[in-house]
């Protein structure tokens, strides 16, 4: 088998014919683009046999890219082959998704995906199709395509600013909203404590007068029986004791009843009150996932719901009545690794730290005080004035990187970010 393989591999790069035909294609979506105002470019080469083709058997489709369109100078990006059908990538696929097959019964395809692409992702894009014709000779298809992209306009950047600001106060409007409800459930729940605690007051003097009441009923019970041994003597008598006996037993009856009329409101009250509680624990864990206590402190982490920047980071956890997680051990590290960060969803999570100040100078931003356990990922904290944010980064294992603080602009699905709340 990998003496057969060895001279295929040596029959394709001593024959190559290179031919163009329209089977072989190469798209791009979109083919212009403005920079920071895209989200994804898409390049994709396919080819798709017919009867005219003199490509009868595809052995590797490979896709590569020129900055230049005048004199293009090529390099590889991407490669699959029919021999293990796996996509081999010569570019860092942290923000790339690249992807193919091959079916020499069918369509084949070679693709990727730039995400939030720059202006070097512009210039000429071709691929290349090689393999075997009708009379087992070897041949190759290539085809290309253009890919052109413009630096954004003030007014397309102001537009976006706009649009990010609305959303913000459109987020503070809501904030403000859920913050009046729970105040309002608040003050009912308190008032429905204090119509317990006075339907249970009142409770507690019924039970001492049916106490007292079971008392006279035993004293009663005993009179009617020294009554009963006079009983030849004493009929009338007895006969008061009997009827005083029934209008006791009706009292008591007319109590018992109140008692349970008394028991369905405080039942009642009881479900509503944990419905109300309920209820909250949904909405706060419908965007946050909780630890459980920690030295006092318990930790939150935002779920995969939307794009955030510190800024918003920092606001959202104030409004808990928290701050942005200050990390200052290895304990407190493995504690959130292990019961928060492992689960998470994103692959940034922002906590506390800049050296905005001060390059190399990390402090918190609650707390302002410095920073005394810092675990970095490998080629991280080398200086600059670009990663002035701190966030563990799934790349890293879950170690610290420092990253930029966008304010507004530069929205990214990737974050989210860590609160840290006092018991």
């Not at 490979?62 to 293990?84: R, V, Y």
Request: charged share 20%; hydrophobic share 35%.
């Amino acid at each position: 088998m990998a003496a057969h393989l060895c001279t295929i591999i040596s029959l394709l790069s001593a024959v190559v014919v290179p031919m163009l035909k329209a089977e072989l294609t190469v798209n791009a979506t979109p083919t212009t683009f403005t920079v920071g105002l895209i989200k994804n470019v898409k390049i994709e080469c396919s080819f798709s046999r017919d009867q005219s083709t003199n490509l009868v058997f595809v052995t590797s489709l490979n896709l590569a890219h020129s900055k230049t369109t005048d004199n293009p100078e090529f390099q590889d990006l991407i490669s699959i082959t029919s021999f293990d059908s796996q996509v081999y990538e010569n570019v860092n696929i942290s923000r790339t998704q690249v992807y193919g097959v091959i079916d020499n019964k069918g369509k084949s395809f070679l693709g990727l995906v730039w995400d939030f692409p720059t202006v070097d992702r512009a210039g000429v894009y071709k691929c290349e199709a090689t393999g075997l014709n009708k009379m087992g000779k070897h041949v190759s298809l290539s085809n290309s395509t253009n890919i052109t992209a413009l630096n954004p306009e003030n007014s397309q950047v102001l537009e976006l600013v706009h649009a990010l600001f609305n959303k913000v106060e459109h987020l503070e409007e809501e904030i403000k909203v859920t913050k009046s409800k729970y105040d309002d459930l608040e003050n009912k729940i308190y008032q429905n404590s204090n119509y317990t605690t006075n339907i249970q007051s009142q409770l507690n003097k019924t039970n001492v007068k049916n106490y007292n009441l079971e008392n006279q009923n035993n004293q009663l019970s005993k009179l009617v029986e020294n009554y009963k041994s006079r009983l030849d003597k004493q009929d009338h008598e007895i006969d008061e004791l009997k009827e005083t006996n029934i209008s006791l037993t009706i009292n008591m009856d007319q109590l018992q009843m109140r008692m349970s009329d008394v028991n369905r409101p405080l039942g009642e009250l009881l479900r509503f009150k944990d419905t109300i509680d309920s209820t909250f624990n949904s909405l706060e864990n419908a965007f946050l996932t909780p630890t459980h206590p920690y030295n006092g402190k318990r930790y939150w982490l935002t779920k995969n719901y939307g794009s955030v920047t510190p800024i918003l980071a920092l606001l959202f956890c104030q409004l808990r009545g928290g701050y942005l997680a200050e990390i200052d051990s290895p304990e407190e590290y493995a504690f959130v690794r292990e019961n928060l960060l492992k689960r998470s969803q994103v692959d940034f999570v922002y906590i506390s730290g800049s050296d905005e100040e001060q390059e190399g100078h990390w402090k918190h931003l609650n707390s302002k005080t410095e920073l005394t356990y810092l675990n970095w990922g490998d080629n991280e904290n080398l200086g600059g004035r670009q990663g002035n944010c701190l966030a563990y980064f799934k790349g890293h294992n879950w170690l610290l990187a420092d990253v930029s603080c966008p304010i507004l602009t530069e929205f990214n699905k990737e974050f989210g970010y860590m609160c840290e709340l006092p018991l």
